[in-house]
């Protein structure tokens, strides 16, 4: 039994780790928004909006690349976001919750339900064309904020819950991509886009053979971001298509790693002068050894998802709040109060409906089947939670209506609305469900985490 424990806490503990990581970056996130907030609407508001529209950049007679502060965030910052995504999402389709029909039936279907009744609802109360555009908003949910809320329940919740919500978050993630690319990008410059499968092309090459080098994804990396926002699509598609180059796979295995591990160790222990302040050239060659057989090890995607977390949840996320949250509540501006609930009803009635309609419908179908210790009362405040849709809405919303402040404004307080009575209803519905006795991992849990690790 004590074993069993400790090969348990052994496979939860890398996604509770990602779980904290994503919770403390939601709060970050709710105090960059509410700064933001009380900036854009207090004394100093015209601060907050000439930092944002101050432009960075440089032109000549051949090229130009100037940019107001907040498209640097929403192009540059968030194509790192956007690569982060492409990770996760490649990894899932890999060995993860998605990579067979059965696993990813559940978060599929409940993750459908959550994009496409929210859109439905949109357009049955949108009221005029100006504010058509605003239909994807609805559909994306926030994955810090809803993990931030249901990491503070503690055990109330299970862990199969908090991989649930992942899982079909991520799978909202695609489809908000796809929106992103197929329906809010510009005029397409297809000439550019073919320069920019080129170097796509030569990583995905050299990905297959394993080979990775941080700083050449880097340099070529950033041309084809380039190249994507001059050819008209969003450059943040490009960093979700770049993250798919990376490999995944280790170029040895730990056993192979320990054993050349310990050797190293033995020659460093044996050389003469340890006494010495400096290394000898033989313990520098040592260690450079250690270190190349280190990256052989590790998996690329893993190691830049790990280490990509930190910056996104904690920095990136935190900057996009105070970007875009920074709502300026002035009747005198201007709020289509139509437009404020209509996309509030499309996130907080569409994703209760939509999540719970086709999970039963999956269900039902037998197509899909809820992992042990889940309870009906479990997805509907999942469902509630899904409706917190922050980040993605808002980054839509920039999209939908670039030429229009109104809407834009009007559209930011119902994502801020929707996004607050989800949150709220989902959390009081989740700690009042009833705590778990016991929680046990499914079994698919443990099969891709014991493949992950060896």
Do not use: C
Not at 205 to 227: E, F, H
Request: aromatic fraction near 12%; charged fraction near 15%.
């Amino acid at each position: 039994m004590k074993e069993e424990n400790t090969i348990g806490k052994m496979i939860i503990t890398p996604f509770q780790k990602f779980a904290r990581i994503e919770g403390l970056g939601g709060i970050l996130l709710f105090a960059a928004t509410v700064i933001a907030i009380l900036w854009a609407n207090s004394p100093w508001g015209d601060i907050y909006q000439s930092i944002w529209e101050y432009k960075i950049g440089f032109d000549s007679d051949t090229f130009e690349l100037s940019k107001p502060t907040m498209l640097w965030v929403n192009d540059a910052l968030m194509a790192v976001f956007f690569f982060l995504i492409g990770l996760e999402i490649k990894r899932e389709l890999m060995i993860g919750e998605l990579n067979t029909p059965r696993k990813a039936a559940l978060p599929l279907f409940a993750a459908l339900g959550g994009m496409v009744i929210p859109v439905s609802i949109y357009f049955i109360l949108n009221h005029s064309p100006e504010s058509e555009p605003g239909w994807g908003i609805p559909m994306a949910t926030d994955i810090a904020f809803s993990l931030a809320i249901i990491n503070s329940l503690g055990k109330r919740v299970p862990v199969a819950l908090k991989v649930f919500l992942t899982a079909f978050a991520i799978v909202d993630d695609i489809g908000a991509v796809l929106v992103i690319a197929i329906f809010y990008s510009e005029e397409i410059k297809y000439g550019l886009i073919l320069f920019a499968l080129i170097p796509m092309a030569f990583l995905a090459i050299l990905g297959q053979y394993r080979y990775y080098s941080k700083y050449l994804w880097i340099g070529l990396g950033a041309v084809v971001w380039l190249l994507f926002l001059k050819a008209g699509i969003h450059p943040t598609i490009a960093g979700v298509m770049l993250a798919f180059t990376v490999p995944i796979r280790r170029k040895i295995n730990v056993k192979t790693y320990t054993d050349k591990l310990h050797k190293i160790i033995h020659e460093i222990e044996n050389t003469e002068h340890r006494e010495k302040t400096i290394l000898t050239e033989k313990q520098i060659h040592y260690l450079d050894d250690l270190e190349e057989w280190t990256d052989k090890v590790q998996s690329p995607l893993q190691h830049l998802e790990h280490k990509l977390h930190y910056w996104v949840a904690y920095f990136i996320m935190p900057i996009f709040a105070l970007a875009n949250a920074g709502v300026v509540f002035n009747v005198d501006i201007g709020i289509d109060w139509r437009l404020v609930i209509n996309i509030t009803a499309a996130l907080f009635i569409g994703k209760i409906v939509g999540i719970p309609l086709f999970t039963f419908i999956g269900l039902k179908l037998k197509l899909t089947e809820l992992p042990k210790g889940l309870t009906i009362a479990h997805v509907f405040g999942v469902a509630f939670l899904a409706g917190v849709g922050f980040t993605m809405s808002i980054f839509i919303s920039n999209l939908a209506f670039t030429n229009d402040p109104i809407m834009a404004n009007s559209s930011k307080i119902g994502i801020l609305l929707g996004s607050l009575i989800s949150g709220l209803i989902g959390y009081l519905l989740l700690r009042f469900s009833g705590k778990m006795k016991s929680v046990k991992v499914p079994d698919e849990i443990l099969d891709k985490k014991v493949a992950t690790k060896s």
